[in-house]
């Protein structure tokens, strides 16, 4: 790891000079270390594409960067148990290539592949996405209804935490100092099963979530479904699963009522703002309309025939 | 200079498609725009920008600042002049604010640094002590007697007692009797219209690198509109000489109107002076959209009358247009742009400008006309709709032709209005069918066009080449059709001419890029300055054969004898006669220099299909055509992509981008991010039509083209929508939330 | 904090440099390297002006720290012809008058030459949504939509 030994000026007088520090540790170990030991500002780096927007506009002004993407297995996509571990250093792009992840649980992928750009998306990481906290992360709603879990390093080692948990207010993970996530797990399988994720904006490219919607469903063999959920992005201070709205489709083929219901529990669940990018009402009744079609959508990939 | 009876010609380069003089270097990466220049010492400036709305400034205190590590100068409007004349006092005070910041944004203080980091750390360090003041900037809200009042005194006499002091000017025109006409009508529709304002967008934030010297001799390279206008602006806020001071234009990322004013070039040639360094500044994406030239918001009330057979019989428009914290004239424009498709008995048009606690507005391709248009096409699509009508043949009724006195004064030459419309109807988009949730619209446009100040120096290099010199910033591509004037009049092959743009010192005033006027009036003048170096070839050659001047005619690029009396010589080429000048009487050149009328007005009209999903009022553009009179194309390519940009502008301007201001005054949308320009995947393939009815002001028939796109597509969106959706919206933008609202109502 | 020095390859040029940390790649290129063919249009990755690749993937060059490239491969617009010889792409975008500024041209054409390696045969639609992130406010995108495909159907014929 990259130390510098600065000179003894005034701090005063260093202000022409960049205060940051940038360091690469060589474990997980150490960087954890490095976090719990910073006394100021430190800012972890993946993808690099909100916190490098954060520094532009000067919102944030980390003392300490810490360069994780090399640690060992940050970039790669491993089979595990029949699902699969992605690094928290794989980009929306790579998720995207995967045909293994993509034909297994296409509405994660499509969450994080819809994140900003192409550009942005060959850099951006659904741990970055998750870990900025954001309302209306992309990423986030699909990994909640796939049981994701997220893997913590800490000071006192690793530990699994659902994805859902991550999250805690805008811009708040629950992780504690010195820990970060270093991979995320997504489960297997059962024949008939699939996820999708949808959301609104006013472009087609480029934009924030107004509100979005991630549904995972699994059939049995007539098409019935057996296991819902849903869950709402950007329509609450954190990603919202919506019990409710599962439960409203179980035991059905998508028939009118159980669409009429699972859109009406995804409404109740809404609890919004008014701001640049949308009203209450506006996300309210958009949720609603995304999870109804994202049911749809997954319904279709699951095998099942409406 | 008026059309030549040659306009018929068969032209030989004028309306190819040639490759542009500037094209490798911008492929290539070489090109210089604004922000990359470097000179040894270089000091990096940085602005420090008001967070209120409006406030006094009851002190700055820069102490702190000035001794910070790195910092060779710092400044504020005390640096800056007192110029006599009140439009140069405004740009000052928009360049540094003296007493009271007037927006979010507003630039307070300077600092010029030896990098970027100690410039970020000394802006920090200026303590500027404020007085809150309440705000407004909301144009109605502004209007009434008891709002926060912007600027005292500004206002002129024609405004009404009892008005805000924000109410700065006031007019109204129009002719015949308007309640005849409304009594005549078979259907008034009478309705309210708001627009938000938008910014021209430019992919490349303002920057400029300045030299001031304590001798008054500077330089400035910076990307503008119009170098001339940088210099007469620097001149008069920094108290020097415009003769001292060099300005170059680089490559220009962009204009539209927005770079026809000055915001960093003083501030940075003040940072100069105090530290005898040369100061870049580079203005951030933030700090162009909360602190450069918006346009104006807008609030009008449109009412018109129609007879039961589509033809109107009375209209009357009442426009409410916000310029920012200074008095703005814009309303004038959209006042007399607004009925100008129509050949109307009674019309009558009112304006009134208001000063808001918002960046002072700038021109942003046809200022003012995209609104008040949106809102008259609008109604007129109404009425259609109400009566039965067909919304094309309404048009054709009501058009305004060669010989109608329009709404706003002049009465009209030879127009297109009239082709266009008729292209538009023969075309194969408007009778296409239409599926479920979707809508087809259409509307006119317009745009006067301006000639102004132009010079051009042309020269015969004596290899046979030609230079051309002219005044004005490429940005659309007018060099390659400069040069193709200049060959197309010399006779000469395109790859022989190249045009450059000078900067100052170089040649006599010229009025900026703007006005859809480069094609119009630097050509012409480029023609008659070939024409001059054309006559004194020929007066050479006269000499070489011995014969009288008018008995030597200039053809395809050769002095020839006139006729058989002439006597026989062979002809001379341009390269010929360039080799021996000097033994002729030296080098060949000819120039012009003109403020140059009879630019011709150009109309279009817009085709749209839109698809409306009315679960969550999202906007599809299905297919989109575009017919204009360019009244010649000199390089159809060119003409096309201003049709093509100025109509996806307006799509912009119609679905999603506006100026979203918090209750606080502050702008909350200064980014890309949200403020939603078009991107490739929200637009379909754009078809172009171009039609020629030419200007007969123009050697060649040349109209400007460029501004008159952006003002279709706002109304004929809103038709199309209103189709598509059921609904009439009368916001602008019509973003999701607000269509979906309207639907549900 | 001192400056940190970089080695990387850019272009297919060894190249080495000293940055602050919070200096990003576009930045360095501009500002210490000369390549001034990326563009800032917005600092936060909105408008694509600043496309670079980097190990051969496309990238804002505004949201990557120049630390980030050492011992990594960048491409700039400098890098796209071969000498005297323009590629396809650029030549083509000449023809087609598909830039009227040419600020975002740059951009452009790194993002497209990127999707061309990948994708050799897009649909308009792709292209469009692959360029979703490279903004032009001159040309309306249309023509540079004509471009890349023929320069598309060019490179796939040769």
Redesign the interface.
């Known amino acids: 790891m990259?130390e510098?030994g600065?000179a003894a000026f005034a701090p005063?007088?260093e202000?022409?000079?960049?205060?940051?520090?940038?360091v690469k540790p060589e474990s997980f170990e150490a960087a954890s270390a490095v976090l719990v030991a910073e006394q100021g500002i430190a800012r972890i780096?993946t993808g690099?594409?909100d916190v490098?927007?954060m520094?532009?506009?000067?919102v944030v002004e980390p003392d300490l960067?810490v360069?994780i993407k090399h640690l060992p297995g940050m970039r790669d996509i491993v089979s595990e148990d029949g699902g699969y571990r992605i690094g928290a250093a794989v980009?929306s792009?790579q998720l995207g290539e995967h045909a293994g992840v993509k034909a297994m649980w296409p509405g994660v992928v499509e969450g994080a592949e819809l994140i900003?750009?192409?550009?942005?998306q060959?850099?951006a990481t659904m741990v970055g996405n998750l870990c900025t906290a954001s309302p209306a992360a992309d990423s986030v709603p699909a990994l909640v209804t796939a049981n994701a879990m997220a893997r913590v390093h800490g000071p006192d080692g690793a530990r699994d935490v659902p994805v859902v948990d991550i999250p805690i207010a805008p811009g708040k993970t629950s992780l504690l100092k010195g820990e970060f996530i270093s991979s995320i797990y997504l489960p297997a399988r059962p024949d008939h099963a699939a996820d999708a994720y949808l959301r609104?904006i006013?472009?087609?490219?480029?934009?924030?979530a107004?509100s979005s919607a991630a549904v995972s469903l699994e059939l049995d063999a007539s098409g019935t479904v057996t296991a819902a959920c849903v869950a709402l992005g950007a329509v609450a201070p954190t990603v919202r699963l919506v019990p409710d709205a599962g439960a409203a489709l179980i035991g059905t083929k998508l028939d009118a009522a159980a669409i009429a219901g699972l859109v009406a529990a995804a409404e109740a669940a809404c609890s919004p703002i008014t701001?640049?990018?949308?009203?209450i009402?506006?996300r309210t009744?958009?949720a609603g309309?995304l999870a109804k079609r994202a049911a749809h959508i997954a319904y279709s990939r699951a095998g099942g025939k409406t | 200079m008026a059309l030549d009876h040659q306009a018929k010609r068969d032209f030989k380069v004028v309306g190819t498609r040639v490759a542009r003089p500037d094209g490798i270097d911008k492929v290539t990466g070489k090109a210089a725009y604004g922000a990359d220049i470097t000179a040894p010492g270089m000091l990096f400036g940085r602005i420090l920008r008001s967070p209120h709305a409006h406030a006094r400034i009851k002190s700055i205190d820069v102490s702190e600042a000035a001794k910070a590590p790195g910092v060779k100068a710092v400044v504020t409007s005390a640096d800056l002049a007192s110029p006599d004349d009140e439009y140069y006092a405004d740009i000052r005070d928009n360049c540094l604010a003296r007493e009271k910041v007037l927006y979010d944004g507003h630039a307070v203080a300077a600092v010029a640094a030896t990098s970027k980091a100690a410039a970020k750390a000394a802006i920090r360090l200026i303590k500027v002590d404020y007085e809150i003041l309440p705000h407004v900037t909301d144009v109605d809200e502004a209007m009434k007697p008891d709002a926060p009042v912007v600027q005292e005194g500004r206002a002129l006499e024609n405004v009404p007692a009892g008005m805000s002091q924000n109410v700065t000017s006031h007019f109204e025109f129009g002719h015949g009797d308007l309640d005849a006409g409304f009594a005549k009508a078979d259907k008034i529709i009478e309705r309210t219209f708001k627009t938000a304002a938008t910014h021209q967008g430019y992919i490349e934030p303002q920057a400029c690198m300045a030299s001031l010297g304590t001798d008054g001799r500077g330089e400035v390279w910076c990307c503008t509109q119009g170098q001339y206008m940088v210099r007469a602006n620097c001149a008069e806020v920094l108290g020097i000489e415009a003769s001292q001071l060099r300005v170059i234009s680089s490559e220009i990322g962009g204009g539209f109107g927005g770079k026809t004013t000055t915001f960093i070039e003083p501030v940075a040639l003040a940072l100069s002076r105090k530290s005898g360094k040369p100061v870049k500044i580079v203005m951030t994406r933030e700090e162009v959209l909360r602190a450069t030239g918006p346009t104006v918001s807008t609030s009008m009330d449109i009412k018109i009358g129609m007879t039961n057979e589509g033809r109107i019989t009375a209209a009357r428009g009442e426009l409410r247009y916000q310029g920012g914290a200074f008095p703005c004239g814009t309303v004038e424009f959209g006042a007399q742009a607004a009925f100008a498709a129509y050949d109307l008995e009674a019309v009558q048009t009112l304006g009134w400008n208001v000063m808001t606690n918002r960046p002072k507005e700038i021109a942003y391709r046809a200022p003012g006309a995209p609104t008040s248009i949106y809102a008259v096409e609008s109604v007129v699509d109404e009425l259609c709709q109400e009566l039965g009508l067909d919304p094309l043949d309404v048009r054709l009724l009501n058009a305004a032709r060669k010989g109608t006195l329009s709404a706003y004064g002049p009465t009209f030459n030879e127009i297109g209005l009239v082709a266009t419309l008729e292209a538009a109807k023969a075309h194969p988009h408007y009778n296409a069918p239409l599926g479920p949730n979707q809508g087809r619209g259409l509307s006119c446009g317009f745009w006067f066009n301006f000639g102004g100040n132009t010079c051009v120096s042309l020269n015969i290099n004596d290899d046979g080449t030609i230079g051309v010199v002219e005044g004005n910033p490429d940005i659309g591509g007018s060099r390659a059709s400069i040069s193709m004037m200049a060959a197309e009049e010399l006779g000469v092959p395109y790859d022989k001419v190249r045009t450059v743009i000078a900067d100052t010192t170089s040649l006599g005033f010229n009025d900026v890029t703007d006005g859809s006027r480069v094609t119009f009036a630097v050509g012409l003048a480029t023609i008659k300055a070939a024409r001059a170096a054309i006559q004194e070839m020929c007066k050479r050659v006269a000499k070489i054969w011995g014969i009288d001047e008018d008995a030597v005619l200039w053809e395809d690029g050769f002095a020839k004898p006139s006729g058989p009396n002439a006597g026989t010589h062979p002809p001379m080429s341009l390269a010929e006669i360039a080799a021996i000048a000097g033994n002729t009487g030296g080098p060949i050149a000819g120039h012009h220099e003109v403020n140059a009328d009879g630019a011709g007005v150009s109309f279009g009209v817009h085709l749209v299909d839109t698809e409306v999903d009315p679960e969550t009022g999202a906007t599809k553009i299905l297919r989109y055509t575009i017919f204009q009179d360019a009244g010649k194309a000199v390089h159809p390519d060119y003409v096309e992509g201003q049709m093509q940009g100025g109509a996806v502008q307006g799509i912009g301007w119609a679905l999603n981008e506006e100026y979203i201001y918090g209750e606080d005054g502050r702008l909350q949308n200064a980014g890309f991010l949200d403020y939603r320009i078009p991107v490739a995947s929200d637009l379909p393939s754009i078809e172009t039509v171009i039609l020629e009815i030419p200007n007969p002001g123009h050697p060649y028939g040349v109209r400007g083209v460029g501004e008159t796109p952006i003002v279709p597509p706002l109304a004929a969106i809103s038709n199309a929508v209103s189709r598509a959706a059921g609904v009439r919206m009368t916001e602008l933008p019509m973003s999701p939330p607000r269509l979906l609202k309207a639907m549900s109502a | 904090m001192k400056m940190i020095p970089v080695e990387t390859m850019i272009n297919g040029d060894r190249t080495e440099f000293l940055c602050n940390s919070d200096e990003s790649l576009l930045d360095v290129l501009r500002d210490r390297l000369g390549l001034t063919g990326a563009k800032e249009g917005c600092g936060t990755g909105d408008c694509g002006a600043c496309s670079v690749t980097l190990n051969g993937r496309l990238v804002c060059s505004c949201l990557v720290l120049g630390v980030e490239v050492d011992g990594a491969e960048v491409e700039t617009i400098e890098g796209m012809a071969d000498g005297e010889t323009l590629h396809p792409l650029q030549r083509i975008f000449i023809e087609e008058a598909a830039l009227q500024c040419g600020i975002c041209t740059p951009g452009i054409l790194i993002a497209a030459k990127s999707l061309l390696e990948k994708n050799p045969d897009p649909t308009d639609t792709e292209v469009r949504y692959w360029l979703a992130g490279n903004l032009c406010r001159c040309t309306g995108y249309d023509k540079i939509i004509k471009a890349v495909q023929k320069a598309a159907a060019e490179m796939r014929a040769a």
Not at chain 1, 15 to 22: A, L
Not at chain 1, 55 to 58: D, I
Not at chain 1, 275 to 279: A, I, L, Q, V
Request: hydrophobic share 35%; glycine share 6%; net charge positive.
């Open positions: 990259h510098s600065c005063f007088a202000s022409w000079k960049t205060q940051m520090r940038y780096l690099g594409t490098l927007v520094l532009k506009a000067e960067m360069d980009s792009a900003g750009s192409t550009q942005v060959n850099r609104f006013p472009r087609t490219e480029m934009d924030i107004v701001d640049k990018r949308g009203t009402e506006f009744k958009t309309v």
